[in-house]
T-cell receptor, first 115, second 112 residues
Framework: AQTVTQSQPEMSVQEAETVTLSCTYD???????LFWYKQPPSRQMILVIR??????QNATENRFSVNFQKAAKSFSLKISDSQLGDAAMYFC????????????FGAGTILRVKS | DAGVTQSPTHLIKTRGQQVTLRCSPK?????VSWYQQALGQGPQFIFQ???????QRGNFPDRFSGHQFPNYSSELNVNALLLGDSALYLC???????????FGPGTRLTVL
């Protein structure tokens, strides 16, 4: 079974600074997708960024980028120029290319942004 | 365009009771998945519905059951409630299998 591990329960960053959230995963499959989701205090889960395992190029979405290391099974999220609105719970998630829509989530990292 | 909607927002039940939670998918979406998120934890996959059939199921007992209607909306039923069933229940919809999922705001279930 696939597992996702987020080893940082909580992180803090100063506004305008850069922060990196860590995620590792375990799978025996070669074709899969990785995601970072953001869950603000209002609870609605929002997709931040996704990465296809077959793509070597790291995904980027504006201030958000990932460092995908397939051999090491590592998938970290870098947030540049942090803003107060970035404060939320961040979840790393895995989806097999063969398992429909099932997402396997990590335990999450609370990100606090200081002004 | 309304996103994924869920009802009710909050619900309080007692042990042994039964509960039904509802989800309306985003317009154009035909696939619905349900997740259970205990306090301070990541969501756990319960099951997924597509074409009115349960297509995939997570590690949840048979007390958890569901249904998908012809209009793609879905219900999650939980029988014989336990204290451990207290959680935020999230619904996610997508335009088919293997597509990006959009989450609803969730239903907070408290079992006393």
């Amino acid at each position: 079974a696939q597992t996702v591990t987020q080893s940082q329960p909580e992180m803090s960053v100063q506004e305008a600074e850069t922060v990196t959230l860590s995620c590792t995963y375990d799978t025996s499959e070669s074709d899969y997708y990785l995601f970072w989701y953001k869950q603000p205090p209002s609870r609605q889960m929002i997709l931040v960024i996704r990465q296809e395992a077959y793509k070597q190029q790291n995904a980027t979405e504006n201030r958000f980028s990932v460092n995908f290391q397939k051999a090491a099974k590592s998938f970290s999220l870098k947030i540049s120029d942090s803003q107060l609105g970035d404060a939320a719970m961040y979840f790393c998630a895995y989806r097999s290319a063969r398992s429909g829509n099932k997402l396997v989530f990590g335990a999450g990292t609370i990100l606090r942004v200081k002004s | 365009d309304a996103g994924v909607t869920q009802s009710p927002t909050h619900l309080i039940k007692t042990r042994g009771q039964q509960v039904t939670l509802r989800c309306s998918p985003k317009s154009g979406h035909d696939t619905v998945s349900w997740y259970q998120q205990a306090l301070g934890q990541g969501p756990q996959f319960i099951f997924q519905y597509y074409e009115e059939e349960e297509r995939q199921r997570g590690n949840f007992p048979d007390r958890f059951s569901g249904h998908q209607f012809p209009n793609y909306s879905s219900e999650l039923n939980v029988n014989a409630l336990l204290l451990g069933d207290s959680a935020l229940y999230l619904c996610a919809s997508s335009p088919g299998l293997g597509q990006e999922q959009f989450f609803g705001p969730g239903t907070r279930l408290t079992v006393l």
